[in-house]
């Protein structure tokens, strides 16, 4: 790919937590929360995240932005001049800078909003603290931002409270929108929500993306919701990437494993059919201590000797659709039931 063609290109990133034990608090091993992933997002395009609760896709959503720093790997970004930076060389100054186009929403719309702040305040600190806008500017600015997130205008002095959860959210992408980002990391966005919620500001975000051509990492263990807002997803296990394609060509042809095991366990639309679901054997791999070969060999029903002692490389099985599994192209694995 190009760097034209990007705005997001992530390599290798990693980031393992030190697990520290004793008086002197000895680094004793590591938890390898994000081993190795690569990802990369073209400008106007949503990549979906899906995995297991734990598996590291928040984690990695937290590194790309340097929310959380990665113990190593590179993040090239496109900012707003067209120029393409390393996110993990640069200063803090510089990072500040760069924080305008890449921003956070975040999961629980209830505890990301500070009760004592007035919606007013909220959505106006990341133009004040950008040195964006001041005085009667600043407070039309974030009229103008309530206003495209589908909120009143004139609720402005109220406090987070007097707002519905869908509400809060769309307070928390008002603030996201703020400072006119290229690109945001939406983390659980709407997990703490309604159903019916939940379509309304998956609605509001994907309006957005076409209105101000945004690209967005969209983070969610809920396949449903994955599948309606993506054009491309990718499958994590245990803080590895083991699946990536097309949204339509991953539900219809997963080529890992664990894919087809996750996309078994996707609600049926009519609950009167006959649902083929795979039950996994034992429990996810401690990222702490994984197992040799391919993560997922302990619970995978095709493992054979050589998983158990090779990691699978990342292997291309069509038109940008990549698997790690020793037997990608292989097996006949089931997709999901089209909606
Ligand atoms: S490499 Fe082996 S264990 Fe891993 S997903 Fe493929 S078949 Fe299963």
């Given at each position: 790919m190009t760097q034209e063609e990007f705005v997001l290109d992530v390599r290798s990133m990693k980031k393992y937590f030190p697990i520290k034990q004793g008086f002197m608090k000895k680094t004793v091993g590591f938890v390898r929360a994000v081993d190795d992933v690569h990802i990369q997002i073209r400008p106007g395009e949503t990549l979906g995240l899906v995995g297991e609760s734990g598996c590291g896709k928040t984690t990695l959503g937290r590194c790309v932005l340097r929310a959380i720093e990665p113990t190593s790997g590179t993040t090239l970004f496109q900012n707003r001049q067209g120029e393409v930076k390393d996110v993990m060389k640069l200063n803090n100054h510089e990072l500040r800078a760069i924080r305008r186009d890449m921003q956070l929403i975040f999961q629980d719309p209830y505890s990301s909003l500070n009760p004592r702040m007035t919606v007013l305040s909220i959505i106006a600190e990341p133009l004040i603290c950008n040195g964006m806008a001041r005085g009667d500017a600043l407070k039309e600015r974030v009229m103008e931002l309530m206003e495209m997130v589908g909120l009143n205008s004139r609720h402005l002095e109220r406090y987070p409270h007097a707002f519905s959860g869908g509400q809060r959210q769309r307070i928390g992408i008002a603030r996201a929108l703020a400072t006119n980002p290229k690109f945001i990391v939406c983390d659980e966005a709407v997990s703490a929500l309604d159903v019916s919620v939940q379509a309304q500001i998956i609605n509001l975000l994907q309006d957005l993306q076409e209105k101000l051509h945004l690209s967005y990492l969209f983070i969610s263990h809920d396949l449903g919701v994955i599948q309606h807002i993506s054009n491309r997803v990718g499958v994590m296990y245990v803080g590895k990437m083991v699946e990536t394609a097309a949204t339509k060509e991953l539900f219809k042809n997963p080529q890992h494993p664990y894919t087809e095991a996750l996309l078994s366990a996707k609600p049926m639309p009519d609950p009167r059919k006959k649902s083929n679901r795979i039950i996994l054997a034992?429990?996810?791999?401690?990222p702490a201590k994984p197992p040799s070969g391919c993560y997922f060999h302990p619970r995978c029903p095709y493992a054979q000797d050589i998983c158990k002692s090779q990691a699978p490389e990342w292997k291309?099985?069509?038109?940008?659709h990549y698997s790690a599994c020793h037997f990608a192209g292989e097996l006949q694995l089931q997709g999901a039931v089209a909606q």
């Open positions: 034992g429990e996810v791999a401690n291309q099985v069509g038109e940008g």
